[in-house]
C-alpha cells in the first residue's frame, strides 16, 4: 500500500511538472508573439524618411522592437501595404482621407477643416479597417503652387488670383504637378473653378508620384518650359530654391497634418505607441519641418541623424 501510494505520488509530482512544462511553452509563445517587430514605412520623400527615423528611434528607445522600411514607395502602394498587413505604422497625412473615404462624405471640404477632417478619417479608419490615427504635428503641409522669384517679381504674381489674371491674358504657363492633384476637385480642378482660369493640355506635365523632388528640379531649371510646380508646405526647398508660394486665400487644397498611422492589431500589442510618439508629432511645427526637410534635401544630411538630433534637442532622448 505505500508503494503504490509512493508511485501516485511519483506520477503526480510528474503530471505536475508535464503541465508547467506546457504552461512554459506557452508563455513562450506569448513572450515570442509580444516582441513581434513593429514595420515602420514612409513615402518617397525626405520627410518621411526623416519622421519615420523618428518613430523608430522613439520605439527602440522604449523597448519595442522595429524594421525599418522608411521610403518605401509611393502613397498609394504605402496605404495598400498597410491595409493588406504589410507594414505595421506609417507616416501619412490627414487630408488623405479624402482618397481613402470619398463616398462617406456628405461635404468633402470637410477635408480643409484641420480638426474635422482629422477626425472624420480618424473616424472611418478605425470602423473599416482597424486603423488608428494618433496625434498628428500641427504643420499643415498642404498642396500649393510654388514659381520662381524672379517670375513672381517679373508678373507681378502675389496670389492665386494674380496667377489666374495672368494666365488668362495669354501668360506662358506650363505646371508640372501629381496626376492626383490635377484631377482633384480639391486640387487643380478646385483652383481654376475658384479662381477663374483653366489649363490646357499643353499647360501641364502630371507625374503618377506625389514626390515633388523632380517637380521642383524641373522648374528650377526649366524642363520642357515648367515655370510652375506642385509643392508641400513643409518643403525644404521653398527658401533653398528661392521659391515663392502662391497664396490661396480661398483655401482650396485641404489640409494635411502628418500623423503616424498604426495597425489595429499592433496597437493591442504595444498599447504605449501613441504615447511615444505623440510630444514629438506635437513639437513639430511648420517651420521646424520646412528646416528638417531642407537638412536633408539640400545639405545632404543622412535623416537618421536629423531625427536624432531633433529629438535630443527636444529632450525626447537621451
Not at 2 to 13: D, P, S
Not at 154 to 172: H, K, P, R, S, W
Amino acid at each position: 500500500m505505500n508503494m503504490k501510494k509512493k508511485w501516485t505520488a511519483l506520477f503526480l509530482v510528474l503530471l505536475l511538472l508535464l503541465t508547467v512544462g506546457c504552461g512554459g511553452g506557452n508563455t513562450e509563445a506569448g513572450d515570442r508573439e509580444e516582441s513581434t517587430p513593429v514595420v515602420v514605412a514612409t513615402m518617397l520623400d525626405s520627410e518621411g524618411g526623416i519622421l519615420g527615423k523618428m518613430m523608430i528611434l522613439l520605439l527602440e528607445e522604449n523597448g519595442i522592437p522595429t524594421v525599418d522600411k522608411t521610403n518605401f514607395g509611393t502613397p498609394d502602394i504605402l496605404r495598400k501595404a498597410l491595409e493588406n498587413g504589410e507594414v505595421d505604422l506609417v507616416l501619412d497625412y490627414t487630408g488623405s482621407g479624402q482618397y481613402y473615404h470619398p463616398a462617406d462624405a456628405t461635404d468633402p471640404t470637410i477635408w480643409n477643416d484641420p480638426d474635422a477632417g482629422y477626425a472624420l478619417t480618424a473616424q472611418l479608419d478605425l470602423e473599416k479597417n482597424n486603423i488608428h490615427w494618433l496625434t498628428p504635428a500641427s504643420a499643415n503641409n498642404t498642396e500649393m503652387i510654388a514659381v520662381t522669384r524672379a517670375f513672381a517679381e517679373e508678373n507681378n504674381l502675389v496670389t492665386m488670383e494674380d496667377l489666374a489674371n495672368y494666365i488668362n491674358e495669354g501668360g506662358d504657363f506650363k505646371l508640372i504637378c501629381s496626376a492626383s492633384f490635377a484631377e482633384n476637385q480639391m486640387g487643380l480642378l478646385g483652383y481654376e473653378e475658384a479662381y477663374g482660369f483653366k489649363l490646357t493640355n499643353q499647360q501641364l506635365i502630371t507625374l503618377s508620384s506625389g514626390n515633388t523632388s523632380e517637380m521642383l528640379k524641373a522648374l528650377a531649371t526649366g524642363t520642357n518650359g515648367v515655370n510652375a510646380s506642385l509643392v508641400y508646405g513643409t518643403d525644404g526647398a521653398l527658401d533653398e530654391m528661392n521659391l515663392v508660394v502662391l497664396q490661396d486665400p480661398m483655401h482650396i487644397p485641404p489640409v494635411y497634418l502628418p500623423a503616424p498611422v498604426l495597425r489595429g492589431d499592433k496597437l493591442e500589442q504595444y498599447p504605449a505607441i501613441p504615447e511615444i510618439l505623440a510630444p514629438a508629432f506635437e513639437a513639430l511645427t511648420l517651420e521646424t519641418l520646412q528646416e528638417l526637410n531642407a537638412k536633408v534635401a539640400y545639405d545632404g544630411r543622412d535623416a537618421g541623424s536629423v531625427a536624432e538630433e531633433f529629438l535630443k534637442n527636444e529632450g525626447l532622448l537621451p
